[in-house]
């Protein structure tokens, strides 16, 4: 047939007709449905062997499982309650069974569609064949022969008949074939998409198995600290319990104490009424006394003996007693007379600081592009620093911290020199003797401690406070310390008699800090009541209040010529006042975090702040502008300059000291 113009009747016999062609069919044939049978078993072998992986897999998955996970139980609200019995409920339920046997019937005894496939002549066979193949010239010479002869007559119904059902098997078995291959290649392509699933899964579980165990890990290892804990708490529950004892002890000794001093107080007013009483009598009025004594008693034994003013031995005592009280008269007393010897003198106030001779040159924050940056950070304190100070003479600082202790440091390197520990309670406040030889310090336990760098030891301990103490300051002269409370009140004290010399009351709440005037008598003090006072501590009485803060005053201080003041108060507001006016100059914020501490440069052109935000605001007074500082972790509580201006140290509730310069 692939050769053009052979005749139809000359290849008839190749058309497939004969015995031979037909024996040649079903051979082919044989041979397709053998191919059909493989591809059916090697589909299946596949498949089978595909499920047979993943069951097992699924199988070792659970069984290599050596956790023990708990049975999740039932919601009882979800579970069927059972239904009670009922006669009629039965028969209705048998009833509907029985329709729907019935309606099923039915549906099965409808007669099925069927589909009818007719057998396909032979010329529409050659033709599919020929264009399934692609054979359109072929194609063309065989439908023009083949209409040819049926024109002429030569074919016979033989010849024209249909496909005997062997070609047409062959030819579906051929498309059994391609659709078994196309689903061969998927069923390995899921295949593989299952292989990589699974080892994904794998590594997941992998990985959830051992964080698994480490949260285990965990959990057994916080149990076993918590019964330590426990164990630990339950070996201070007989100390508690003794020291309760011990305190109910002490009370009811201390209410014991009270009776018997405020007993002894009444019977000290009740001999006192008695002496005022007895010293009310004169020398005549003894005298008659005395001339009636012996008619009123003239039955009975005289046993005393009488001066020559008639008086006896208790009207002589009074008259010793009458004596020496007229001789400690002040009036009497001589000119150079001491109270307390030991008391030292206040010098006197000249009001010149001869520091302002030696700064010169502007402040490094002005004279540098940029300002201050961060050069230098350590960590000084276990717990936030309260406060920083610079020693008067050498390249020292000193921190407080609410750690307990104090501590001195080389600055800038950071190096540690000294530990404070003597205080309680958290330290406030500290500063250097204007030699440099002491250091003084306050503390929430309510006392003011001096100590003495050459002893490497406290020397004496202040304690008329009687709540924590703020802040302590050192006067110019090194002979007299002030210091600031919670119990609205500051004292000052003398380093030469060891005593209070002066309490300073006029502040309705806590007085937050204190500070001398440098070469000064004068003192300048900040409250909670939102006010700031000066006072003379020559004398122990205030001279100036600033009214102008609408909150908490939290810190003040002069700058180094003395006619400017510097406030900060807990809601960020800053105010510079005039010392001659009494009035504010500048008010500005830098809120809404609280302002902690202010200091002013050794030029006074330069104010820094300590932020609640956890940066150091740089104010600049001639101009007004505000440059933040930025480098602490948390909040920052204290700052100071150095006397040349060169850096700034600051410190913070980070417990680290920062050096901007």
Sequence with gaps: MDKVGVPFDQGSEALGLSIAGQMCIAIYCDIWKNIAIYCNIFISSCTIKFLNTITEEQITLDSDDEYQYEEVPLDEEFVTQDIEEDLDLAVRTIKEADDDTIATARKDGLPKSSVTQRPEVVDDFVRNFLVRMGMHRTLDCFQTEWYELQQRGLLHEEDVGVVPDIYSRNQD????????????????????????????????????????????????????????LKRHYAQYEPTLQQLKKKYEVAMKEKMLSKLEKDRAVGQVSGLQSTLKSMESFKGGSAKAISQQAPQTM???????????????????????????????????????????????????????NPQLATVKAPTGHLARSGGFRLSNTFQAHSHPISNVTLHPRKQILATTSDDHTWKMWAVPSGDIIMTGEGHTDWVSDCDFHPSGSKLVTSSGDTTVKIWDFSKAECVHTFTDHTHAVWGCSWHTCGDFVASCSMDNTCKVWDLQSLRCRYTLRGHADS????????????????????????????????????????????????????????????????????????????????????????????????????????????????????????????????????KSGEFMVSGGSDNTVRIWS
Aim: glycine share 6%; hydrophobic share 35%.
């Design 173 to 228: 078995l051929d498309h059994e074939v391609k659709f078994f291959k196309q689903e061969v290649g998927k069923y390995k392509d899921a295949a593989m998409k299952a292989k990589e699933t699974y080892v994904k899964l794998r590594k997941e579980r992998d990985y959830h198995r051992m964080h698994h165990k480490r949260v285990v890990q965990e959990k057994n290892k916080l149990i076993n600290d918590i019964k330590r």
């Design 298 to 352: 003239s039955g009975q034994r005289r046993n005393w003996e009488m001066d020559d003013d008639g008086r006896g031995p208790t009207q002589r005592r009074l008259a010793i007693e009458r004596m020496k009280a007229n001789s400690a008269d002040v009036g009497n007393l001589p000119e150079n007379y001491k109270r307390h010897p030991n008391d030292a003198e206040f010098p006197d106030d000249l009001g010149i």
């Design 511 to 642: 007085v937050n800090s204190i500070e001398f005037l440098p070469y000064s008598n004068t003192l300048l003090t900040s409250s909670a009541d939102k006010t700031m006072s000066l006072w003379d501590a020559r004398a122990g009485l205030c001279a100036q209040t600033f009214y102008g803060h609408m909150h908490s005053v939290n810190h003040c201080t002069f700058n180094l010529k003395g006619d400017t003041i510097a406030s900060c108060d807990s809601y960020g507001i800053i105010k510079l006042w005039d010392v001659r006016a009494v009035a504010p100059m500048v008010s500005f914020e830098v809120g809404p975090h609280p302002a902690n501490r202010v200091a002013f440069d050794p030029t006074g052109a330069v104010l820094a702040i300590a932020s609640n935000d956890s940066t150091v605001k740089m104010y600049e007074v001639a101009s007004g502008r505000i440059s933040p500082l930025v480098g602490h972790e948390d909040a920052v509580q204290c700052l100071t300059f150095d």
